[in-house]
């Protein structure tokens, strides 16, 4: 079954300090990879995504992902965070469907949250 | 407007009550899609729609669930006979394309059903 795990639920962080908030997948097909986020009574908002070619995808706000084939992942990082990174993101995979058409399946979501 | 509207943004229904839910996309996207979102879920796939043609319904949970976007742009969800657990933050997504993995997706701010 095609399924999508992001690990943590929720990431306490220092301002300033490296994060990395996990996701795994499972397929036995290509597949593409997105990260949205989720600011406080705001939409979802693309962060970055994963089509082909390079492994390491930069995105806005200084995040990058790196998708690993073997492992099946896709984990989001950030070198220095800031008190605004505090949201939800949420990992998303498309997966063929019937018709040629890829339909997203996205993960729980992973609340990151920033102290100072 | 710039982005993908949604209304109302909040709604609430009496159990048995039938519902109706309007999507504005971004116009001349192609691809418009329907979520769910649970408390603490991640959005959960509906239905996706290619212009005027509904090209997947399989994440629709029952026949109580019906969308139609019947001149390609605005869409609407109608939900008969609500139930408690139909209660949700429904959530309105376009692209671009005719496959939503190339441009990524703009989401509304969904509309908040709370089923008494």
């Known amino acids: 079954a095609q399924s999508v795990t992001q690990l943590d639920s929720q990431v306490p962080v220092f301002e300033e300090a490296p994060v990395e908030l996990r996701c795994n997948y499972s397929?036995?097909?290509?597949?593409?990879l997105f990260w949205y986020v989720q600011y406080p009574n705001q939409g979802l908002q693309l962060l970055l995504k994963?089509?082909?070619?390079?492994?390491l995808v930069k995105g806005i706000n200084g995040f990058e992902a790196e998708f690993n084939k073997s492992q099946t992942s896709f984990h989001l990082r950030k070198p220095s965070v800031h008190i605004s990174d505090t949201a939800e993101y949420f990992c998303?995979?498309?997966?063929?469907?019937?018709?040629?058409?890829?339909?997203?399946?996205f993960g729980r979501g992973t609340s990151l949250i920033v102290h100072p | 407007g710039a982005g993908v509207s949604q209304s109302p943004r909040y709604k609430v229904a009496k159990r048995g009550q039938d519902v109706a839910l309007r999507c504005d996309p971004i116009?001349?996207?192609?691809?418009l899609f329907w979520y769910q979102q649970a408390l603490g879920q991640g959005p959960e796939f509906l239905t996706y729609?290619?212009?005027?043609?509904?090209?997947?319904k399989s994440g629709l949970p029952s026949d109580r669930f019906f969308a139609e976007r019947p001149e390609g742009s605005v869409s609407t969800l109608k939900i008969q006979r609500t139930q408690q657990e139909d209660s949700a933050v429904y959530l309105c997504?376009?692209?671009?394309?005719?496959?939503?993995?190339?441009?990524?997706?703009?989401f509304g701010p969904g509309t908040r059903l709370t089923v008494l």
């Open positions: 729609f290619q212009n005027e043609a509904q090209l997947d």
């Open positions: 397929s036995s097909v290509s597949v593409y």
């Open positions: 998303a995979v498309s997966f063929p469907a019937s018709g040629g058409s890829y339909i997203p399946t």
């Open positions: 116009s001349g996207h192609v691809s």
């Open positions: 997504a376009s692209s671009l394309g005719r496959t939503e993995h190339r441009g990524g997706q703009y």
């Open positions: 994963y089509l082909s070619g390079s492994t």
